[in-house]
């Protein structure tokens, strides 16, 4: 059974910064990739940014390049580093893993596995 297990989620003000972090485990083998999407409160989830099993490619939405970083450590840890924060990042982040898809999702129904979703808010 797979697991994941988000944190890092909180309240900030805008121009601030988070670490989301996301774990996974259950398989015996590491995921074929890790991201994360974000739903805001009556609106559609929405992909932030992913990363592949080796961590040689990174993809990002347009509205956090140059702001967010995704990362991932031992191949089924993956971060996302938010910096230069807007109250427009406020949504629930989830985590997303695949195992078996690629490439990468970009979209929800492409996802595999999702976290539980943790908060974050962006104060003005």
């Known amino acids: 059974q797979v697991q994941l297990v988000e944190s890092g989620g909180g309240l900030v003000q805008a121009g601030g910064s988070l670490r989301l972090s996301c774990a996974a485990s259950g398989r015996t083998f590491s995921p074929s990739s890790m991201g994360w999407f974000r739903q805001a409160s009556g609106k559609e989830r929405e992909f932030v940014a992913s990363i592949t099993w080796s961590g040689s490619f990174t993809y990002y939405s347009d509205f956090v390049k140059g702001r967010f970083t995704i990362s991932r450590d031992n191949k089924s840890t993956v971060y996302l580093q938010m910096d230069s924060l807007k109250p427009e990042d406020t949504a629930v982040y989830y985590c997303?893993?695949?195992?078996?898809?690629?490439?990468?999702?970009?979209?929800?129904?492409?996802?595999?596995?999702w976290g539980q979703g943790t908060q974050v808010t962006v104060s003005s």
């Open positions: 997303a893993v695949n195992y078996q898809r690629w490439p990468p999702p970009r979209l929800p129904h492409d996802v595999e596995y």
